[in-house]
Antibody, heavy 122, light 110 residues
Framework: QLQLVESGGGLVEPGGSLRLSCAAS????????MSWLRQAPGKGLEWLSF????????EYADSVKGRFTISRDNAKNTLYLQMDSLRGEDTAVYFC???????????????WGRGTLVTVSS | QSALTQPASVSGSPGQSITITCTGTSNDIGTYNYVSWYQQHADKGPKLIIH???SRPSGVSHRFSGSKSGDTASLTISGLQAEDEAQYYC??????????FGGGTKVTVL
């Protein structure tokens, strides 16, 4: 069964850190560019970051650049998002998503995880 | 990275056609044909309904169609049905090699 499953969310204090994981099953993560996106409560979708299939190239949204780091372990078929210097406005459900083209990021997210909730609060 | 501009809400009666616009700039929609659309029902995850401006993934109804003119992309829903009531988001690749979403449009079936 093809699926993505996020984990690692939870409650963290402002200024704290959290690492999210996204485990892929039913397909090889190395075939795809992968992204992290989020959705704050009652708000719209926000793209955060992507990483190339080899892991050598990544980009970030301005809102998280310098604070978040995307990485992947293709051997473990897992994607990660290291989140540092967290703020209240980072409170959201975080999704990982697969762009199946394999050669670029296009916004064609055909597969999404169910999301993991991150709450930043003291 | 300014968000793409979508109307907050669009409504229509069953059987009608509605169009949702998504306005960007020459830094995103105006330059690339990497425009996608997502449908999100309440308390559900997003579902891809259009990619590459006008392509439909397998299993998506033919009632959904996409187009682009200049800096504006559009999603048309034909033969509106009750199940189409949802939030819709557009997304585009940008000249900064990033992606940007629109703020979302709530579709109401009257």
């Amino acid at each position: 069964q093809l699926q993505l499953v996020e984990s690692g969310g939870g409650l963290v204090e402002p200024g704290g850190s959290l690492r999210l994981s996204c485990a892929a099953s039913g397909f090889m993560l190395s075939d795809s560019y992968m992204s992290w996106l989020r959705q704050a409560p009652g708000k719209g979708l926000e793209w955060l970051s992507f990483i190339s299939n080899s892991g050598t190239y990544s980009e970030y949204a301005d809102s998280v650049k310098g604070r978040f780091t995307i990485s992947r372990d293709n051997a473990k078929n897992t994607l990660y998002l290291q989140m540092d210097s967290l703020r209240g406005e980072d409170t959201a459900v975080y999704f990982c998503a697969r762009d199946p083209t394999g050669v670029a990021i296009t916004g064609r997210f055909e597969m999404w995880g169910r999301g993991t909730l991150v709450t930043v609060s003291s | 990275q300014s968000a793409l501009t979508q109307p907050a809400s669009v409504s229509g009666s069953p059987g009608q056609s509605i169009t949702i616009t998504c306005t960007g700039t020459s830094n995103d929609i105006g330059t690339y044909n990497y425009v996608s659309w997502y449908q999100q029902h309440a308390d559900k995850g997003p579902k891809l309904i259009i990619h590459d401006v006008r392509s439909r993934p397998s299993g998506v109804s033919h009632r959904f169609s996409g187009s682009k003119s200049g800096d504006t992309a559009s999603l048309t829903i034909s033969g509106l049905q009750a199940e189409d009531e949802a939030q819709y988001y557009c997304c585009s690749y940008t000249t900064r090699s990033t992606l940007v979403f629109g703020g979302g449009t709530k579709v109401t079936v009257l």
